[in-house]
């Protein structure tokens, strides 16, 4: 009992898809208690006995380490070892098996306990998707929006090579932001803050860290009672009337404005995702859907209905979120890109197998990369390369299907949820870091009155992206968002006539009339990236000491070879800035501070980083591969100016925040 109760979240991320799993394991232990350690029943490895979407992390309960091709191989060898009573199966060939029923989380994986039958399945308005409020009446001169999300999807790796069709139809007829970056690496953190416009640590959970146990995605350090009814979403829906729906990853701890909701973070053929139009709240696809064509052919028949963009829409405009899991780990293509991406390797950059001394414990720790290393890090290249291209097919098509169906303006913003690692300071893979391989990422926006084929220097983060969705609905930011709306520069022109009316209204009432000194400003704030911002802020938490003594390997590319990393630990917590003045040093600098440990009542009273460990600081102009740590070496009143601006941002809150 002691042990399930710690594995209750928060009150505020308590839902039926978390806790009726939470439930049945819980009562499933009771039942083990009585009848193992040896099979009381014959084990299942169908049907009943299987839980998609559910990961086991239970270190002291897992008795083998093993490979399987799937997860009904990963179940058989459960079955056939009379003390294994769990076990889990990653998608990725990793197989473990557990002695006890323990450590359930949400997650890509395939888990069984063998005897397990599932509680019958509720009716549909039982599970808490979608929003089922009424919206608000319809903006009829709201231009609809689409934003393309992936996971994990780099810029300074090859990450953005593969969207040949995405560069056609959006790049080339939009803008490309460069210098684009992520505020937190890492999944659950990224797209939470996305949704609310706020910085991590205006939704940061009391959790403290490190964590006494692996916390996958990092979900249980964000508190999304705290933008209740305040999600970028909910605005559109309620205050706009906008037809909202996702197609694919949420991960950002809200279910408020959504009124379709097809839900899943799974990669490949098959698999469950949450349908609110399915009577069991899941669609099970069939060996046959690929997830990525999956989510794509859902999010164009929805784009297509009558009620949507037709006769019965009440002239809504729309927001499409359109999430593919791709090309997370382990990336798997679609079976028509099995042989494609020939020769695609992971680039041999300079902070390639690079470390040193002077870094945090993390990086500094790190053992070279050998041959096996390697060799993992380039096929992992080319799956995701291949994996992305499916991606390329899905953008396309909704571009195209859109601009089918729809005469309204249109909006499209593509992007990612971080960056990625793949040999970058020795760390193989997954993201994380305050480094440039993690934190940087693909930003392109087209739509009317954004300039043609352009490539801009400006800086900003994912909690840009509310503010900016929220004006170009018309609406005033709340002065609760932390992030800042990009319609400053990114429309030049106010009158521009191919704008929505609420956008022109909404830019008049902020700039005055054509030609005013305002209006002028933006034109002035696009040619000179500056005025807009000279710092990007990054913060993030560690997941725990998540390591093979730990829960399991946080490698996910290793398993089965030989090798391990150590991708996270106790010793990577931090914040940091990316700095671009030209009136500071040599005008481009990366700096973080790094914290060991912060308790739950600093994380609530947001005084953390006051006993920092260890500080960094790159000078990105003679070092862009961020080999050097020169923070001993540089000018104290530099750094002191430097600290100082990080400060502004930890711990500003709403409108206040620079």
């Known amino acids: 009992v002691e042990q399930y109760v710690q594995l209750l979240p928060p009150p505020s991320l308590f839902s039926i898809d978390i806790m009726i799993p939470w439930i049945v394991l819980f009562l499933a232990s009771i039942a083990a208690y009585e009848s193992r350690p040896s099979h009381a029943q014959p084990f299942m490895c169908s049907g009943g006995g299987l839980w998609n979407n559910t990961c086991f992390a239970n270190s002291e309960g897992r008795i083998a380490e093993l490979t399987a091709q799937s997860s009904t191989e990963c179940c058989s060898k459960c079955a056939d070892k009379d003390t294994c009573m769990s076990w889990v199966y990653w998608g990725n060939n990793q197989c473990y098996l557990f002695k006890n029923i323990h450590g359930a989380h949400n997650g890509g994986c395939v888990s069984g306990t063998g005897s397990i039958a599932p509680p019958p399945a509720p009716p549909s308005n039982a599970w808490p998707y979608p929003d089922r409020r009424p919206p608000g009446a319809p903006c009829k001169d709201c231009p609809n929006i689409v934003f393309g999300l992936t996971d994990d999807q780099d810029v300074t790796l090859g990450g953005w090579n593969p969207m040949t069709q995405t560069q056609a139809k959006l790049q080339k007829e939009g803008v ?21 416009g706020r910085y991590f640590h205006n939704i940061k959970s009391n959790l403290a860290v490190p964590p006494p146990t692996v916390l996958p995605a990092a979900t249980a350090h964000v508190n999304g009672s705290l933008y209740a009814n305040q999600s970028v979403s909910y605005l559109l829906r309620q205050h706009k009337g906008y ?26 053929y098959g698999n469950n995702w949450e349908d609110d139009e399915s009577p069991t709240g899941h669609y ?7 997830a990525t064509w999956l989510i794509g052919n859902k999010t164009t028949e929805w784009l297509r209905r009558d009620n949507i963009t037709g006769a019965s829409s009440e002239d809504r405009p729309f927001f499409v979120y359109f999430a593919p899991h791709c090309p997370h ?330």
């Not at 996702?246 to 950002?252: D, P, R």
């Not at 099970?284 to 690929?290: D, F, G, I, S, V």
């Open 284 to 290: 099970k696809a069939n060996a046959t859907e690929y």
């Open 243 to 268: 037809n909202v729906g996702i197609f694919g990853k949420s991960n950002f701890n809200t279910y408020d404005g959504f009124n379709r909701w097809f839900q899943g973070a799974s990669l490949g």
């Open 329 to 658: 780990t382990p990336a798997v293509p679609a079976h028509e890109y099995e042989d494609a991406c020939r020769g695609v390797t992971a680039p041999r950059q300079p902070n390639y197998n690079w470390t040193a001394p002077n870094f945090h414990e993390l990086v500094a720790s790190q053992p070279p990369i050998t041959a096996v290393d390697a060799q993992l890090i380039d096929d992992l290249a080319r799956s995701r390369c291949q994996c992305l291209l499916s991606v390329d097919d899905a953008y396309a098509e909704i571009v195209d299907t859109v601009r089918a169906v729809s005469s309204r303006p249109t909006y499209f913003f593509i992007s990612s949820d971080h960056g990625y690692n793949l040999g970058g300071h020795r760390i193989t893979s997954n993201k994380f870091m305050l480094y440039d391989h993690s934190l940087k990422i693909p930003m392109v926006i087209q739509g009317p009155g954004i300039p043609s084929g352009a490539e801009l220097d400006h800086l900003g983060t994912n909690v840009d992206y509310a503010p900016t969705w929220l004006e170009l609905a018309g609406m005033d930011v709340p002065a609760y968002m932390d992030g800042r709306s990009l319609l400053s520069f990114l429309i030049p022109n106010a009158s521009h006539p191919d704008l929505a009316n609420a956008t022109r209204m909404l830019l008049r009432r902020q700039r005055g009339r054509a030609g005013s000194a305002e209006d002028t400003t933006a034109a002035a704030m696009l040619a000179t990236p500056a005025l807009f911002r000279t710092e990007t802020f990054h913060q993030y938490y560690n997941q725990g000491p998540w390591n093979p003594a730990n829960g399991g390997d946080q490698c996910p590319i290793c398993v089965g070879h030989g090798t391990t990393r150590y991708l996270d630990d106790y010793s990577h917590t931090y914040i940091g800035l990316h700095i671009m003045d030209a009136t500071l040093g040599s005008g481009h600098y990366k700096y973080g501070e790094y914290q060991n440990v912060c308790s739950s009542a600093q994380m609530l009273d947001k005084t953390c980083f006051n006993n920092i460990t260890i500080y960094e600081l790159f000078d990105l102009v003679a070092d862009p591969w961020e080999l050097h740590n020169v923070y001993d070496s540089t000018d104290a009143a530099l750094k002191t100016n430097i600290a100082a601006r990080l400060r502004k941002y930890y711990p500003c809150q709403g409108d206040v925040c620079p």
């Open 176 to 196: 490309l932001l460069k210098n684009w970056m992520i505020h937190t690496p890492i999944c659950s953190p990224s797209r939470s803050q996305t949704i609310s």
